[in-house]
C-alpha cells in the first residue's frame, strides 16, 4: 500500500498564492503519475494538474498559466504552486498516485492512490 499525506491547504485572499505539498510513502513501490485534482461543493471531483514520472504535465484549462506542478522522483513528493488564486479555486484538494508496483507486486493495471484532501478556501 501507498500512502499519501497532503499538506499547505488554508485561507487566502483573491490574488494571494499558496503550495501544496504532497509526500508517498509505503514499502516497495514505485509511482508513475501524480497529480491533484479537487472538489467543490455539489461539484464532482475534477483533474487539476498532473505530472508523469519523466516529467510531463497537464492542467486543467481553468488554472493553466497560473498553477504549476512540481515532483520529486527521490523523495517521492508532489507539489502544486498556485498564484492569482480566484474565488471559484475554493474546494478540496485531493492528491492522486498510481502505481503499477506497490508492496514488491508487480500489477498489470495500476492501482489508485489518495490523499485524505486539504481545504483551499479563497476570499473574494
Known amino acids: 500500500q501507498v500512502q499519501l499525506v497532503e499538506s499547505g491547504g488554508g485561507l487566502v485572499q483573491a490574488g494571494g498564492s499558496l503550495r501544496l505539498s504532497c509526500a508517498a510513502s509505503?514499502?516497495?513501490?514505485?509511482?508513475?503519475?501524480m497529480g491533484w485534482y479537487r472538489q467543490a461543493p455539489g461539484k464532482q471531483r475534477e483533474l487539476v494538474a498532473s505530472?508523469?514520472?519523466?516529467?510531463?504535465?497537464d492542467y486543467a484549462e481553468s488554472v493553466r498559466g497560473r498553477f504549476t506542478i512540481s515532483r520529486d522522483n527521490a523523495k517521492n513528493t508532489v507539489d502544486l504552486q498556485m498564484n492569482s488564486l480566484k474565488p471559484e479555486d475554493t474546494a478540496v484538494y485531493y492528491c492522486?498516485?498510481?502505481?503499477?508496483?506497490?508492496?514488491?507486486?508487480?500489477?498489470?493495471?495500476?492501482?489508485?492512490?489518495w490523499g485524505q484532501g486539504t481545504q483551499v478556501t479563497v476570499s473574494s
Open positions: 505530472i508523469t514520472a519523466s516529467g510531463m504535465t
Open positions: 492522486n498516485a498510481d502505481s503499477h508496483y506497490s508492496g514488491g507486486v508487480y500489477y498489470t493495471d495500476p492501482l489508485m492512490y
Open positions: 509505503g514499502r516497495r513501490f514505485s509511482i508513475n503519475t
